[in-house]
């Protein structure tokens, strides 16, 4: 979690140092003939409450469901509500955090080249989704080494145990009561571990990418000064984080963290948006939306983020669902969890018209 922060941190440093830079030729993404300063100040601390309470009520459902029977993890209602906010989480990447980076990275503002001659923004996703392969796959690497008993001795003198040093055999007792080893099979205590670290590495590295384009969008809401821009904007980031923060949830749910790193994740996850609008506010008027080294890490760090997203909502929600046991034998279960994706997908989609 300290890493989560440090990277908020920095994040939030850099941007506004950044973007002290001006450049009067090109015209703000925030701009227009709508600008109200005082008017706008009001829907923006509108925004920090109700994005707040949104946030922590869609981030906290999934977690104290297991208070209510119809949302517990082993029940289908919980695989569709996931389905749906992982849907949403997908939609986030595609429709709205790397249209950002587009923007950002072919902005007039910048020079032709190399800006405008190499697609950066499709380039660092790519890598980004790569880099969150190799985290996700090394960490699982590294546990089934630590895992993994120590190398033990066939001994003549004790033929009967002989299941007994084999713990990640996978025994089956037949009608006949004979048991038949499969070495290859880890032990079911060994799966839940390693599933329950999946689960972990899954909850960190989603909420790291959540954070990041938090504090990208919230920095540049809180510095604009135009009202027709925010109004539509509030309602499209309160069911973006409502929903967003359902798929978070879910993934801290069942990574059965402790009280104390559930609340620390619930903290970071409610408060980053509605602090970056804050910070944006105190710098309102050093930012500059239109600075190139501005416009440059904030473009570098929504791909970032897309790549990270897209490779989570793909790779670690929904395919690890649906090619699990539970939706392949399921076939109406698995129809009706299709149409949760698509509907969150499809209704984050849509937000994208106003944000």
Known sequence: MAFNRNISVITVMILVLASTTSAAECES????????????????LVAIMSILVTSMIGVCLPIFSREVPALQPDRDLFVLVKAFASGVILATGYMH????????????????RPWHTFPFTTFIAMLSAVLTLSIDSLSISYFNKTLAPPPVTPSLEAPA???EIQPFAHHHDHAHGFPHDHAH????????????????????????????????IGLSMGASDNPCTIRPLIA????????????????????????????IMIFFFSVTTPFGIALGIGVSKVYSDTSPTALIVEGVLNAVSAGLLNYMALVELLASDFMGP??????????????????????MAVMAIWA
Do not use: W
């Open 29 to 44: 993404k925030y701009g227009g003939k709508c600008r109200d300063k005082e008017k706008a100040l009001k829907l923006k």
């Open 97 to 112: 955090v790397l249209p950002d980076s587009f923007q950002d990275l072919t902005s007039q503002c910048l020079p032709q």
């Open 161 to 163: 145990n002989k299941h």
């Open 185 to 216: 099979a880890p032990a079911p205590a060994a799966v839940n571990a390693q599933q329950l670290l999946r689960y972990r590495v899954v909850a960190q590295v989603l909420e790291l990418g959540i954070v990041v384009h938090s504090v990208v």
């Open 236 to 263: 499209a980031l309160c069911f973006h984080q409502m929903f967003e923060g359902m798929g978070l949830g879910g993934c801290i749910l069942q990574a059965e963290y402790g009280m104390k790193v559930k609340a």
């Open 326 to 347: 539970r939706l392949q034998s399921r076939m109406k279960l698995q129809a009706l969890a299709y149409f949760a994706v698509l509907l969150g997908a499809g209704g």
